[in-house]
């Protein structure tokens, strides 16, 4: 069966640390990969986007990147955080292609910018 | 470009009753789909329902059903016989090839 694992799964850091969240799938080849970010009490925004190895779509100009070094990793990396950059970052994946599957999260990071 | 909303920030129902959940969207694909997913106060994702753009019925997964309008471009949640554990934030998402972005989303608060 497929599993997605996502860590860690809380962390602070000081503004203009860098960061570095991690993403990994099993069970799948070929998937699409998904960056959401949640602020509190509001609804996800898709961040980043992957349809395979080193293709990353970004949906939202900001101090993040993406980037996919393998076919079922997917990494979500800043060099200097803000304090806006706080929130809870959910990592997805979906078969590719297609429209009749859902996505599958992962657990989520609540990262707190101090 | 994709575009889902979802006006109501917060809704309440009182245990055992029926409540709709709105979502509207917006797309130029011909071909996409339609999901709704639960968060609990936890903050993992569970899907909930799907309704395919083709699909000539409105999908039901127990408790839950979706009222599919495609003219008017609507895909409304409707949970009956509400229960406490209902509680949580719900979202509607569309997903055409490669890419599935969600609506604002709408706590559902159940009272007993």
């Known amino acids: 069966s497929q599993t997605i694992h996502q860590w860690p799964a809380t962390l602070v850091q000081p503004v203009g640390s860098p960061l570095s969240l991690e993403c990994t799938v099993e069970?799948?080849?070929?998937?699409?990969l998904y960056w959401y970010r949640q602020a509190a009490g509001r609804g996800l925004q898709l961040l980043f986007y992957?349809?395979?190895?080193?293709?990353i779509s970004s949906e939202v100009p900001q101090n993040l990147s993406a980037s996919r070094p393998q076919d079922r990793q997917f990494i979500l990396s800043s060099k200097k955080l803000l304090l806006s950059d706080s929130g809870f970052y959910l990592c997805?994946?979906?078969?590719?292609?297609?429209?009749?599957?859902?996505?599958?999260f992962g657990q989520g990071t609540r990262l707190t910018v101090v | 470009a994709q575009k889902i909303t979802q006006t109501q920030p917060g809704m309440f129902v009182q245990e055992k009753e029926a409540v709709t959940l709105d979502c509207t969207y917006d797309?130029?694909?011909?071909?996409?789909?339609l999901f709704w997913y639960k968060q609990p106060s936890s903050g993992e994702m569970i899907f909930l329902i799907y309704?395919?753009?083709?699909?000539?019925q409105n999908a039901t997964e127990g408790r839950y059903s979706l009222n599919f309008q495609k003219a008017r471009k609507s895909a409304n949640l409707v949970i009956s016989a509400s229960q406490l554990g209902d509680s949580a934030m719900y979202f509607c998402?569309?997903?055409?090839?490669?890419?599935?972005?969600f609506g604002a989303g709408t706590r559902l608060t159940v009272k007993p």
């Open positions: 998402a569309m997903r055409v090839p490669n890419d599935m972005r």
């Open positions: 997805a994946w979906s078969v590719r292609g297609g429209t009749n599957t859902e996505a599958f």
């Open positions: 992957s349809v395979g190895i080193g293709q």
């Open positions: 069970g799948t080849s070929n998937p699409n």
């Open positions: 309704q395919g753009s083709y699909d000539q």
């Open positions: 797309t130029s694909d011909p071909s996409y789909g």
